[in-house]
T-cell receptor, first 109, second 117 residues
Framework: GQNIDQPTEMTATEGAIVQINCTYQTSGFNGLFWYQQHAGEAPTFLSYNVLDGLEEKGRFSSFLSRSKGYSYLLLKELQMKDSASYLCAVSNSNYQLIWGAGTKLIIKP | GAVVSQHPSRVICKSGTSVKIECRSLDFQATTMFWYRQFPKKSLMLMATSNEGSKATYEQGVEKDKFLINHASLTLSTLTVTSAHPEDSSFYIC?????????????FGPGTRLTVL
């Protein structure tokens, strides 16, 4: 079967750094996405990785290791508005998105 | 960026009634749109892939006669929940991918919260 695993919930302090991990097992691989979702709202795109390595975009970075089936999203200089769920999704060989359950990130002052 | 709208944003209905949700791509043409549902604290679950001018492709376990999908134009797909029951209460989200993208980033509508009494 196809599976995406990520922690259910994480807590971090405002101004700090947090890393959200995602491991995956899918039928084929055509890229990995990270989305942010605030409660009651639709997901918004954060990043896309298809090659191994780190992609940096402002305070957010995403890393991919295809051989390990592993990715992480790194959030720096955390702000209260970063409190949200972070969804990992993998595009499989059919270009279908397989979604993780999401990681709820709680930011404390 | 690409914009996808959904209407209505929130609907409350009585058990047994049917509810129609519209998904529109505002600034691009979408031959394919996706319909998801999401229960509280759960992941997005793909219900079906809506194809313009042809029948939708439903995921395993999703009743096509209960969740009717019509993709009549390149900018509009509709999901009709027929004879809704309380267990159909959920957050329904549509998405679409603009043509010509290097990768298949999906742009999501704002979602529709359905409550069936």
């Amino acid at each position: 079967g196809q599976n995406i695993d990520q922690p259910t919930e994480m807590t971090a302090t405002e101004g700090a750094i947090v890393q959200i991990n995602c491991t995956y097992q899918t039928s084929g691989f055509n890229g990995l996405f990270w989305y942010q979702q605030h409660a009651g709202e639709a997901p918004t795109f954060l990043s896309y990785n298809v090659l191994d390595g780190l992609e940096e975009k402002g305070r957010f970075s995403s890393f991919l290791s295809r051989s390990k089936g592993y990715s992480y999203l790194l959030l720096k200089e955390l702000q209260m508005k970063d409190s949200a769920s972070y969804l990992c999704a993998v595009s499989n060989s059919n270009y279908q998105l397989i979604w993780g359950a999401g990681t709820k990130l709680i930011i404390k002052p | 960026g690409a914009v996808v709208s959904q209407h209505p944003s929130r609907v409350i209905c009585k058990s047994g009634t049917s509810v129609k949700i519209e998904c529109r791509s505002l600034d691009f043409q979408a031959t394919t749109m996706f319909w998801y549902r999401q229960f509280p604290k759960k992941s997005l679950m793909l219900m079906a892939t809506s194809n313009e001018g042809s029948k939708a492709t439903y995921e395993q376990g999703v009743e096509k006669d209960k969740f009717l999908i019509n993709h009549a134009s390149l900018t509009l797909s509709t999901l009709t929940v027929t004879s809704a029951h309380p267990e159909d209460s959920s957050f329904y989200i549509c998405s679409a991918t603009p043509p010509g993208q290097d990768y298949n980033e999906q742009f999501f509508g704002p979602g529709t919260r359905l409550t069936v009494l």
